[in-house]
């Protein structure tokens, strides 16, 4: 009994210790990914703007060269136009087929949830493979645009040559963009739709509310927090959307496909101008920051409370 | 404003394999206030959803009015529904959530103004009607449901215990006032509750239902004082009604040492035991009867109900007797407990249906209807 004591208290102390607050040893594997893999290369990129590398030998100091010489570009300013506008496009493409999508696939119907999963398939498959896929299936030759040449000769689609027009190019990428990105964010509006008290439904229901009118009045403002969220979500991704672009027009006709990240890119890996790509970074990443800060301070997204509160 | 038939209406979920409802047959008149009253799972709940189209109807058919609505939607039967937790729409003002029916059915914004205001004024949420439903008590919520529905103008209320919510001072304040306001409206209601309290207090008529099967339909009055059967006598009433076995014997039932009368006719089926209730307040103590233990007293002020038990014929046997303020006897004193004559409710043992009972209510009871109706 006498031997049991002493070890009996050590458990009793190595016990209190574990109550109190965790210490900050236990963030040290999240600190650590976060700094070896955002806040270093941030550091990195921004002070490789104000040198001149070409990827062999060492960088050296240049100052704000690089930064007058991409602000002078054209190509760099219209770069960022066209990224807002890929961004845009895609939200306004995606967010109402997701939503209409998504409150579908809420319904409880068993052949729902069997369309729902097929049609949940593209978010399992890289970004890479999607556009690999669709190069060779918008292909002009022997893709879908020569086997519906009645659809795509008809004059709307540029006569089936999709990626040499900028128009129709902006389409394709706003198009795979949708049909890579709706599942997700379908999951989304789904998950947010079931959330939705029935109650509020038969309400609506008894108060004379047809489907229509429901979908309106009740589901769509209980979806206010899950649009927030989704909405973001395509902002972030819209912004730095890359490698659709690299498979699918390599930011051509021209320019008119070459958004701020694979500009970035070009300079960095074809021209190897790595100041001049850091300068695109560091803009992008600010221009990033900015605007996810404006809509969370817009929407209220800071202050959101719970669209259920007081049912 | 409208009466209210329910024709064998059935509603058998799918799988189960008894009904939730089984052929309701109800007929409810015009400006009629009918609660329908039964312990959880007794399809009471059930019952209104079908009336008010949220569950299909199985088999049978309802209508309201001249017109049948058994395989109506909800929105074309005309009817306004206050639920359990309200149902208050989160993101609308009181206005708007009171305003939502009419603005539905294209009402102008003036006239729906005017109306919401009216209810407003009725119901006391006119300093409310900018706010959010989040920023209300329980209390208002419910007045706001209430608004909702009464705005409409509806031909059917449908209540679906919408004071269980409520905290009890305000339940019974609410009570009054929902039983007011329906009857000064003149429209057709229809009330679910498991409260047997609340049923005698706010119904015109009762329907008492059990799995699914109307028990009774009748007034407070009625209920109470002619159960038809012994789940009735049993669920109404509070303290609920002392339900005992009792040996049928010549001239009557045997209760301890005394022999109740009962008419003969009403025996001859019964067999050798009956089943046998009295309400509490037609228990009387002293004299002959059934010497009972005393195990607690439950003082009321005015009144006061005595927990005993007893031993009948070798079987324990619990009873509540009323008695009167400051005739409250000591715990574990022995008393003798007898029903008043003719007070005495007798039900077949193993139907449970009534065989025979009081005619008329006794003072005491009638006091008590007086005071629940």
Redesign the interface.
Known sequence: MTTLTPRGRTGRNSGGARIGRPSFLWSMPAITFFALFAIVPLGVVAWLSFNSWDAIGSPHWVGTANWSAMFSDPVFLKSFRITALLTALGIVTQTPVSLLIGVWAAGPQRNRAVLSALYFIPLLMSSLAISVVWVSLLNPYFGLPHELHAVFGAGLFNDGFLFSSPTTAIGVLTFVGMWQWTPFHTLIYQGGARAIPDVLYQAAAIDGAGRVRQFFHITLPQLRNTMMTSVVLMLVGGLTTFDTILVLTQGQPGTSTTSAAYYMYTKAFQSFQFGNASVIAVVLAVFTTLLSLIVVRVSGWDRMRSTQEGI | MATVVFDHATRVYPGAAEPAVSELDLRISDGEFLVLVGPSGCGKSTSLRML???EDVSSGRIAIGERDVTYM???D?D???V?Q???????MSVAENMG??LR??GVGKQERAARVAEAARLLDLEPLLDR?????SGGQ?QRVAMG?AIV?NPQVFLMDEPLSNLDAKLRVQTRSQISSLTRRLGVTTVYVTHDQVEALTMGDRIAVMRAGVLQQLGTPRELYNAPRNVFVAGFIGSPAMNVFPARVVEGGVQIGTTVVAVERSALADAGAEVTVGVRPEDLVAGGDGLTVTVDLVEELGADGYLYAHGDMEGRRLDLVARVAGGEYPQLGELVTLAARPGRLHVFHAQTGERLSGPVGPSAASRQAAVAAG
């Open positions: 008010a189209g949220l939607a909800p929105k039967r009817i306004a529904m639920f937790n309200y149902a208050l729409y989160p993101h939502f029916a539905i059915a959010k439903p989040k920023a209300l919520r909702r409409r």
